[in-house]
Antibody, heavy 120, light 102 residues
Framework: EVQLVQSGAEVKKPGESLKISCKGS????????IGWVRQMPGKGLEWMGI????????RYSPSFQGQVTISADKSISTAYLQWSSLKASDTAMYYC?????????????WGQGTLVTVSS | IQLTQSPSSLSASVGDRVTITCRAS??????LAWYQQKPGKAPKLLIY???TLQSGVPSRFSGSGSGTDFTLTISSLQPEDFATYYC?????FGQGTKLEIK
């Protein structure tokens, strides 16, 4: 069974750093892309970027380029999303999902989400 | 590419037939997916390649379209179908359609 399990909720202050994780199991983690999707409170879905854990090839949405870093450790089947200096506007639910870097880019299996709250 | 869904919200009753539309700002062939999201839950893939039902998704869900105009149809609404629906192409999502109980 394909599963993506994300790290738990975080409460941080503006300016702090953060790294959240997404651990895959039940499939070949290095053979599929992992994507990150943001959902701000009461809002829709936003595609942030993707990584191919096999070689760490990474693509970012222009909206998120330079704002976050996506990485992966294939030895432990885990992808990461990190911030060096959080802002209140980073408060959101973040989902990871297995995806395809192709004509559709569909996301077929999703993690349960990690809620990030940034508040002073 | 931009994806525009209509309507943004919709009220319907159990048993109704419902159609949601997604329009792309330029042609995307059949490269469109649909997702269902219930409150507090992660999105779930329903349909990909515009009309292919993901494994395990009930047959009352169907998708059609190509080029710039796509539809998601639920043939007979069930109580568990009340949710928000999103279309998606590559790195772009539609703004969502919230389906509520009338």
């Amino acid at each position: 069974e394909v599963q993506l399990v994300q790290s738990g909720a975080e409460v941080k202050k503006p300016g702090e750093s953060l790294k959240i994780s997404c651990k895959g199991s039940g499939y070949s983690f290095t053979s599929y892309w992992i994507g990150w999707v943001r959902q701000m409170p009461g809002k829709g879905l936003e595609w942030m970027g993707i990584i191919y854990p096999g070689d760490s090839d990474t693509r970012y949405s222009p909206s998120f380029q330079g704002q976050v870093t996506i990485s992966a450790d294939k030895s432990i089947s885990t992808a990461y999303l990190q911030w060096s200096s959080l802002k209140a506007s980073d408060t959101a639910m973040y989902y990871c999902a297995r995806t395809y870097y192709d004509s559709t880019g569909l996301l077929d299996y999703w993690g349960q989400g990690t809620l990030v709250t940034v508040s002073s | 590419i931009q994806l525009t869904q209509s309507p943004s919200s919709l009220s319907a009753s159990v048993g109704d037939r419902v159609t949601i539309t997604c329009r792309a700002s330029q042609g995307i062939s059949s490269y469109l997916a649909w997702y269902q999201q219930k409150p507090g839950k992660a999105p779930k893939l329903l349909i990909y390649a515009a009309s292919t039902l993901q494994s395990g998704v009930p047959s009352r869900f169907s998708g059609s379209g190509s080029g710039t105009d796509f539809t998601l149809t639920i043939s007979s609404l069930q109580p568990e179908d009340f949710a928000t629906y999103y279309c998606q192409h590559q790195n772009t999502f539609g703004q969502g359609t919230k389906l509520e109980i009338k």
